[in-house]
């Protein structure tokens, strides 16, 4: 006998909709997301899906007309394996044969891989579990594989919806399989079970995410690496989009370069070569990393540094052309030879307003303005002086072939063997800067630090040294460290990133090279340490002593204290092989602003526009870079030929009020004739009563500190803001829907008073009644409404409800009018019937039971019919 | 017996005299309300009725009451006779058969047990299906054909058929177009405990009622109360759910027969004849939820038990759903 099972077209069609598609997006979303990595799938991620789709609908279809799974699926094999050799036969050359085979090996596995997906959703009911625990496996491996991990959105965006998926697959899977699908409701009672599951779903995870989302990125910054937002090692990006340095650095696995391809800020250089006119550009300094977290693995910041060089000014907070300068950093620098003072001016693109770069020794900055013309390219920027050694340069890693920059090198290293040894250095200075880890597991180090520094005396030589270690190559001419901004985490737990660098993986970033080095220097007793910032790249010649900088320009090296030299850059990161990205262009570097001779800041007082001369209560004032602080004097000012800015736009006088804070700049080519005297009162005597004026700055300081403010606030918006939109919405709507019982009762019952058709009143009192012992829970099952007025109702609450049944019964069939008695009956009913309802339940119990939604529902819907199988 | 149909005066309303008739069966007959007034529904809707239940229910006790609670035209009750089925009875049995009247030199017909106004057939599938059709013939037509005479039944002829479960051995079962003659197929039932309780207690006391049956009602006021029961009003929405019933019993995936349109017709003049028993002139939705089973389930031929005992209850539910949503105005 041939046993065909009843197929139900509503269950394929909801299992088809419910298990087969939401499968597909989520294949969808893994093959999007493994597009990225793998080439081998060549960005056609749809065609994939699809494929992918096609193979589990044909292989659910035939699982359904209960086909063998065994024959079916070699078929399936031997129809794949012929369709592959006609391709073999047919492709046209080598290429295209190899090409075609390509995709048709991705069309096999993923159709094949969807075959057994459909043949398994249709056959067994434990399969979406395994099926959910495959794909979450893939998705951890797509994440451990490209290493992207760094941020717990990052985590959240590619785990939550697998994870979502895994739940609901089960769940659905299992419901679809225990409904009773006899009756058309089907549908709807299906969808309700979805629906609710599918919201509790959401919520709960919505809710946890919500709540412990400071903890999950808290945790994923320490074992997933990486900063909350950029992942950029040596960047951060603050909360108004700009860049900065890192206050640390540790080795974390990976580096995510060059997210942005526009440049962060462009640095005029004012540096040459001794004696020539080839530029020589300087590495610009952020943070020095004085210190090593060995449990962690990082290199920190000591602040409380007494001996600290590290000059870091906050220019945004520096008023305009006022100087700040600390020459303790020059003392601390402790350095005599070689040295001269290099001008470097900052344009900040995207880099942020607050930061501080320069060459160092730096050890004075003055804000600067923009030209009107490049305001909108270029934010800020400030004018940065450095006590900067002649020997220092970038030219360390490009082994430039201009025989100028080869002579210099040599010139360098010549000179540093002069250096004085470290014996007359102060013990402390030396103790703090040779600072070695005493653990032992770095005694390896210490080994391989002897050896280079065998036969060495000079500590140049030992610098160097290392660096040829870093540039050697083995037997085979291959080289034996390399660059890679992935060079990923050693395979135990706990291991020494840096040991596993030096010794096994030989592969990693600047990170890597840097902390390499500083180890070894260390271990040969040659004071040393990190610094962080941007590297300098000689890209053009068109535009002398001007550099542009790019995010992956961002870096870490060494430097090294040589006696009298100072501390000098060395960066012992190898090249880049593998960069195949082209060389970034420079742009238009903005005109340089004339340096102000004077600068006065202050109060208007009075106002002429007629004769445009203004009064001004000084405060303060810069003349020639000297300041003079707390001044209390008025002088006037010359505004004809003064062009007046708020906040980069130009105003007229006639707009310049009394009483506002300015700041007031001459380029006047007299006042450039008198020298700056001691105090400002005999230098203010000296100057012409009517002092010219070039430009003046309207303060808006306040304003500036909200617009900030505001900024900051629009941008913390995506994190928490929405999700309290999207609360509070989600709460509004929650409310309306648990009021909804209460609102449709008292409609019920406001229409029983609005009409005087006794017809229609008996209706909606019929209505009304049977809707609030529903609501009331008091189940009417499978009775008539006339049964169960008489039989329940009447019974339980000792009312008159099937009397009014009978009226309103014989008011709708009847082809009679009701009698006056039965008239009076309609109208009098309902009020006594509510309040004796009322009267059995607390009205706690009535307002919990308002709010059930179910039962609401249940009201409209059809009684369930009694089975009995 | 003749003081209380004395008492009973012309003004009476037709509600009391079912009233009277229904207490009267209940004296004999006792928790057996519902089957009582589907029984008189039946009869007032000149139709017959198929009780299915286990020997031992009170079906022939039923049949007995109604009969003597309706006094005859000429005698003293109006005629009950009772018909015990069995597998060798043959259709003349029923009938009646000519015999030579010696006197005469002629054929004379010698009625059957037919000829009555109550029958009662009892276990009407133990007998063969040719016996069976004999009846359901007459019960259609109110007549029975002899050779060229055709003879007239009485004007009120009312069948009570009982059967035993078709599981049983030695039964016939009844072939489904001539299930459709009876207006209803009831389940009797056993009483509940108290009843039963009752029943133990006062057995001398029923059996003597059942001796001493009074005749409440005369064979002249039934034929007016089925007159009246076709009369009363129904509403066009009744009619409609009437419709909507019969046909989603074609269309049922559990149902192989559905109901046919005699049946729907059936179905309306049951309806009247219930409402006119519950003392209504009109037609509410509770009459078609309480005689829609017995009216149209045995009517059907289900595709398996499971259907038999879900599927007219669902299309019963869905219709009773409606019908209490109308908005009529």
Known sequence: MNIVKHISITRFLAQVVFLLLPTSIVVLFILWNSHHYFTLLQDAWLTQTIYFSVGMFIAFLLAQFRFRFLPIFAALLFALFSMYKLLDNYAIGEFDSFFISVQFMVFAWLFTAGWICGWGLQRYSFFPVILSGLLLILCIILIAKTGNLTSAERLIQYLSPVVLYSIYIVYTNESLRNTEHTSGRFWWRFSKRLIAFCSILLLLFGGILYLMYPEISERVEEYG?????????????????????????????????????????????????????????????????????????????????????????????????????????????????????????????????????????????????????????????????????????????????????????????????????????????????????????YGKIKSLADSLAAGKTAAIDKVLSIRDYFLARNALGEKTFSYTDNPGVPGLPGASKLMYFLFESKKGYCAYYAGATVFLLRAMGIPSRIVTGFLTVDRSDKNTGWYWFYEDQSHGWVQVYFPEYGWIDFDTTVGNDDAQQSPKPDGTPPMQPPNPVLAVGGEISSIDTAKKIAGLHLHDMIFKDVEFKNLNTDITLDLKVANIWKDSLPLSIHQLLKGEKIMAVSYAEKLKAFSPEKSAVTLLKKLPSLIPIDEVYIKSMDEKVKKEEVTSKLHERPYSYYIKLIAIIALAILLILFSIPTIVYRWYRFKIGRTTNSKEQAYYIYRTATFLLNQLQVDRLQMTPWQFARQVVDLKYGTRFSEFMNVYLKVKYANQEPTERERQMITTFYPVFESTIRSHFKTGKRIVRFLNLNTFIRYYQLPEPEITS | MDTILNETSMEETSTEKIERLILNMEGVIRGKREQIKQVITCLLAKGHILMEDNPGTGKTVLARTLAGSIAGEHTGNATFKRVQFTPDLLPMDLLGTHVFDDSKKEFIFKRGPLFCNVLLADEINRASPKVQSALLECMAEHQITMGEMTYKLEKLFFTIATQNPIEMEGTYPLPAAQLDRFYMKIHFGYVNEDTEMDIYKNYLHISHNLEQIHQVLTLEEVLQLQQQAEDIFVHDEIVRAVSNLVRSTRNHEGITLGASTRSGITFLKCLKAYALVNGRSFVIEDDVNDIAMAVLDHRMMYKNKEAKQNALKQLLTKEMDRLSKLKLF
């Open chain 1, 225 to 441: 690496g990486g900063g909350k937002d950029g992942e950029n090692q040596m960047l951060e990006t603050k909360k108004d989009g700009t860049v900065e340095n890192r206050e640390s650095m540790g080795m974390e696995g990976h580096n995510q370069r060059d997210k942005n391809p526009e440049p962060l800020f462009c640095a005029h250089i004012d540096n040459y070569l001794p004696g020539s006119e080839i530029p020589n550009p300087l590495y610009l300094t952020s943070f020095h990393f004085t210190k090593f977290d060995t449990l962690t693995e990082t290199f920190e910041r000591d602040t409380a540094l007494s001996f600290s060089d590290e000059f870091k000014p906050d220019p945004s907070k520096i008023q305009l052309f006022s100087t700040y300068k600390d020459s303790s950093r020059i003392r601390n620098g402790f350095s005599s030879a070689h040295r001269k003072t290099v001008e470097v001016e900052i344009y900040k693109k995207r880099l942020s307003p607050s930061a501080f770069i320069a060459p160092s020794t730096s050890y004075w900055v003055q804000p600067i303005t923009v030209e009107r013309e490049f305001q909108k390219e270029f934010s800020s920027a400030y004018r940065s002086k450095s006590y900067v050694s002649d020997l220092n340069s970038a030219y360390f890693i490009y082994n430039s072939d201009n025989p100028e920059i080869v002579q210099f090198q040599k010139h360098r290293f010549d000179e540093l063997r002069k250096a004085k040894g470290y014996e007359d250095v102060d013990p402390t200075f030396m103790s703090y800067y040779t600072f070695f880890p005493s653990a032992s597991q």
